[in-house]
């Protein structure tokens, strides 16, 4: 049986990021600004107790690992299950990506910030090629080969609508032995379960806005127990920072939570931290669970106080703002192309192209400062495309290979003229 990856698109430039925040838990990255992830999970807030132990070792069940040296510092040995050896070279991306989200270096002055900067990640190839496809044995191996070698966490942004036997022993083997096995709810916009994350002690985690609103992809349904922030930034080992969208996405911010929680007090079960991060999440609509709270799930357990320290004062006030984030949603059909001006204040843009036929056929690109910033495919039925712009009206282009009517919606988030 086959899975299929859940890849959201990244984008391979970014321009320069904006200054960072005042908060003192804020790390000096030059992406960290678009990462709303951890501040909206307050994993970043977690950070002034802990950003991670080597001790702690989260492993990726995926397509392997490219080094990222000044960004992946804690990497131990792993192991490819399909060519049962110890190469675990990354030719697809997707692991890579994955395991940035969870243990990206931060405070380094040099890409992003991941969730647990010092906890260790051990990849585990379980597809390889560039279509990344994996079977449900090969899985089923790498989860009891990441049991066995010391992992405490392990994470599988892969996901099929195929119940397998064997994958569910190795989900229970996991289960037995007090390891948290954290999976990706799927990319489907239905309810319907997909594996191994719909497994019986399965974390499985669904992606949201930064409303704690489903993302229009997102699987649903009671069975989800979960949900994290769909939309990433990830370090990509030619390109540095990029910005991904997708189930893909969401589980490796739960594991780097549960990462950090681990590392604060490593002599917690992992139905303790489980039952933490359930018991503390923001209910959202459409799932059985709800938003991830890092913070919260601490002072479940009794590692922090109920509120985090304030940050300092301003050093002076801040002017009236003139500008304001918001939503725009832009609905239409495309055929050969489209073109949809915006007028954007200066701050970061997401950008993102829904709609199966549009997102599978067509790209989407956008001009600005005279870099040409061009979403790629990943996702079936969405692009993602992010950037950091100057005040000024942009043109996005949606461009397609045919004249076949294809419907799309454009979701914009930036900063817009009050």
């Known amino acids: 049986m086959r899975r299929l990856l859940l890849l959201g698109l990244l984008l391979l430039v970014l321009a320069p990021a904006l200054a960072a925040g005042t908060a003192r838990a804020d790390p000096n990255d030059p992406s960290w600004p678009a990462q709303w992830g951890p501040r909206l999970t307050r994993a970043s807030d977690l950070w002034q107790v802990s950003t991670g132990d080597p001790g702690i070792v989260i492993a990726v069940v995926d397509t392997g690992l490219t080094p990222i040296p000044a960004e992946l510092t804690q990497v131990v040995p792993g192991w490819d299950i399909v060519g049962n050896d110890d190469t675990t070279g990354d030719a697809n991306g997707h692991g890579t990506w994955v395991s940035s989200v969870i243990g990206a270096l931060g405070n380094n002055g040099v890409g992003i910030a991941g969730y647990c900067w010092h906890c260790s990640i051990m990849p585990v190839r379980v597809a390889e090629g560039r279509e990344g496809g994996a ?10 080969w990441a049991v066995d070698h010391g992992a405490r966490i392990i994470n599988v ?26 999976g990706a709810a799927g990319n489907t916009g239905s309810s319907d379960p997909l594996y191994p994350a719909g497994y019986p002690g399965v974390l499985a985690v669904a992606g949201t806005d930064e409303n704690d609103v489903l993302d ?4 649903f349904g009671s069975w989800v127990s979960l949900a994290a922030p ?6 990509d080992p030619n390109a540095g920072p990029a910005y991904g969208c997708g189930s893909s ?5 739960v594991s780097g939570i549960a990462g950090l929680l681990l590392s604060i007090d490593p002599g917690l079960t992992a139905n303790q931290v489980e039952n933490a991060l359930r018991a503390t999440a923001h209910p959202v609509q459409g799932i059985g669970g709800g938003e991830v709270d890092a913070w919260a799930a601490a002072n479940y357990l009794g590692l922090v106080p109920a509120s985090p320290p304030p940050p300092p004062p301003p050093v002076e006030p801040a002017a009236a703002p003139t500008s304001s984030r918001q939503v725009l949603l832009t609905e239409g059909v495309v055929r050969r192309k489209a073109v949809i001006r915006l007028q954007l204040a200066a ?6 192209l829904i709609g199966r036929a549009a997102a599978a056929n067509c790209s989407m690109s ?17 692009r993602s495309l992010a950037a950091t712009v100057k ?18 919606s454009l979701d914009a988030t930036a900063m817009f003229p009050n």
């Open 135 to 144: 079977l449900a044995s090969s899985i089923a191996g790498g989860i009891r």
């Open 157 to 182: 942004s892969l996901a099929s609508n195929g119940y397998d036997i064997g994958e569910l022993g190795a989900i229970e083997y996991a289960e037995d032995r007090g390891v948290i096995v954290v």
């Open 216 to 219: 229009d992809w997102s699987t």
């Open 230 to 235: 769909g939309c990433e930034m990830v370090m």
């Open 249 to 253: 996405f969401a589980p490796p911010a």
């Open 347 to 352: 701050g970061p843009l997401y950008l993102q």
């Open 366 to 382: 956008m001009r600005s400062s005279g870099v040409l910033y061009v979403a790629l495919p990943g996702e079936k039925k969405i």
């Open 391 to 408: 005040a000024g009206d942009y043109n996005v282009t949606i461009s397609c290979p045919d004249a076949r009517a294809k419907s799309y």
